[in-house]
């Protein structure tokens, strides 16, 4: 495989692409189970510390990397934590800023969006789930020499490649949370992670505990999220 190597100002270098069209039965088949599988997706939040293989979680990884992105710059970085005294650290500070937010810094009107859903500042998520995969969001290239190059729709690119991310997971057999905390400057800090690198979310990954339940949540029909034009 050719290493990738940064697309800045290079000339454009078309290959053909010719996959093999699906035959219409098939693609409807295929898109009908997608549909049910991903329809059984639930965001979990009490996970089981059973081991999980780690290739299915490098395997996600690689199928989130695959995501379209600005300009081919690919501006994302997964860490991938498991060590138990990193997640410790991360789960205390994170514990730490969002009791201020639930005291108050998220405002009412957030923190009653937020009440259904039954989240608290307490993240036991951090600590007890087998993997931590931290996404960084690369604000702009940083060579070896330290000069510094813009990368384009950076928030657009990074989310797509967290969904691609989130449904590998889920169709591995795996549960996953996206978790947010606010701010996020922490995360960069106690990962060592260098300065064009900012935060964006942590995702634990694992299996559902035992005992393990979810709000009781309707998702919106398609009719509702479909305009015809």
């Known amino acids: ?31 009908a189970e997608l549909r049910r599988r991903m329809d059984e997706r639930r965001t979990v939040r009490m996970f089981s510390a059973d081991p999980v293989p780690e290739q299915a ?18 501006p994302w970085t997964f860490c991938l934590v498991t060590d138990p005294d990193v997640r410790r650290q991360l789960r205390e500070a994170a514990e730490e800023e969002e009791q ?7 405002g009412d009107e957030w923190l009653t969006a937020l009440r259904p859903i039954g989240t608290d500042a307490v993240k036991p998520h ?9 996404v960084f969001q690369q604000r702009y290239y940083l060579d070896e020499n330290g000069e510094k190059r813009k990368h384009y729709y950076v928030d657009e690119s990074v989310g797509i490649a967290v969904g691609m991310l989130l449904t590998a997971l889920h169709l591995a057999g795996l549960s996953a949370l996206t978790h947010t905390p606010s701010p996020m400057r922490f995360l960069g800090e106690l990962l060592g992670r260098p300065r064009n690198e900012k935060a964006f979310a942590v995702i634990p990954v694992g299996y ?13 029909s398609l009719d509702q999220v479909l305009v015809r034009i």
């Open 208 to 220: 559902p505990a035992r005992d393990c339940v979810v709000p009781n949540l309707t998702r919106k």
């Open 1 to 31: 495989m050719t290493a990738f190597e940064p697309i800045h100002g290079q000339p454009y270098d078309a290959v053909p692409y010719r996959p093999d069209r699906m035959a219409a039965d098939e693609s409807v088949t295929r898109s």
């Open 57 to 74: 979680v490098l395997d996600a990884i690689a199928v989130a990397s695959t995501a379209p992105s600005g300009a081919h710059q690919q």
């Open 126 to 134: 951090l600590t007890d789930a087998p993997y931590l995969i931290v």
């Open 100 to 106: 201020i937010s639930y005291d108050g810094r998220l």
